[in-house]
């Protein structure tokens, strides 16, 4: 899930209050964004496994 920003602006007449629904959007965001880094931490390992094991051949 692509995670797309806001431009929020300051004072009642900014148009972007800040509301459960938007703070939930965040958090979930934030999350699939660590969720994301995980799984590309593990690509990173296991291909640094199999460079090191045709290094080793």
Do not use: F
Request: net charge negative.
């Amino acid at each position: 899930m692509a995670y797309t920003p806001k431009t929020w602006a300051t004072g009642a007449g900014g148009g972007t209050p800040i509301t459960a629904t938007e703070l939930n959007r965040i958090e979930h965001g934030v999350d699939g964004a660590h969720d994301e880094i995980a799984d590309l931490q593990e690509v990173v390992s296991d291909l640094a496994d199999r460079i090191a094991a045709l290094e080793a051949q």
